[in-house]
């Protein structure tokens, strides 16, 4: 099993770009995440789901966008890219109610230039 | 939100020694866990742990509730425990709030 796969691994983008960043997970989670890091700091929610078709707000949601049309992928958009937006992104999920381990994807590294 | 202090932020070791990593919250949680994050960056969920005592191998946590504060222990430390240590806690199971991490260097 893949475990959480993100693509692309890299990216480097213009200011007022857009771009979509793809969660993948095949574990069959109900919960999703998106977190980003920045240097010296923790993780910070972005977006989350509870299940597909859902979403919610995390601590730091604007700015972004996310969708989940299908259980086992989390998309997370941004539609005009800012420099504040550089950071490294993660998704994570959990199989649901009851269990609070998450598995961790191995990131995106985003540059806004 | 909720404030997540760790202590210490550096932590350099010799291979073989033992480390107890501290975090402290703020507010009252029903859910605290403790992740490391390796040196490519890669995360890994070590505990979940909202009060009570886990052990797993050499690591071993401890989360007192009531006096706001969980404790991680690192015994005969190994250069592959390097990284940094985060503590996240969260009122719900899907809000968690990370603290900024313990950097841990074992030395050979």
């Known amino acids: 099993n893949a475990g959480v796969t993100q693509t692309p691994k890299f990216r480097v983008l213009k200011t007022g770009q857009s771009m979509t960043l793809l969660c993948a997970q095949d574990m069959n989670h109900e919960y999703m995440y998106w977190y980003r890091q920045d240097p010296g700091m923790g993780l910070r929610l972005i977006h989350y789901?509870?299940?597909?078709?859902?979403?919610a707000k995390g601590e730091v949601p604007d700015g972004y966008n996310v969708s989940r049309l299908k259980k086992q992928n989390f998309l997370l958009g941004l539609e005009s890219a800012a420099p504040s937006q550089t950071s490294v992104y993660f998704c994570?999920?959990?199989?649901?109610?009851?269990?609070?381990?998450?598995?961790f994807g191995s990131g995106t590294r985003l540059t806004v230039v | 939100g909720i404030q997540v202090e760790q202590s210490p932020p550096d932590l350099i070791l010799q291979e073989g020694a033992n480390s107890t990593l501290r975090c402290n919250f703020s507010?009252?949680?029903?859910?605290l866990q403790w992740f490391h994050q390796n040196p490519w960056g890669q995360l890994i969920n070590l505990f979940y742990i909202p009060s009570g005592t886990k052990q797993n191998g050499r690591l071993s946590a401890t989360t007192v509730a009531t006096e706001r504060y969980s404790l991680l222990y690192i015994s005969s430390s190994q250069t592959t425990d390097s990284g940094v240590y985060f503590c996240?806690?969260?009122?719900?199971?899907?809000?968690?709030?990370f603290g900024t991490g313990t950097s841990l260097t074992v030395i050979p």
């Open positions: 789901s509870v299940g597909e078709g859902t979403t």
């Open positions: 507010d009252s949680v029903n859910n």
């Open positions: 994570a999920s959990r199989p649901g109610q009851g269990y609070y381990g998450y598995t």
């Open positions: 996240a806690v969260g009122p719900t199971g899907n809000q968690f709030y």
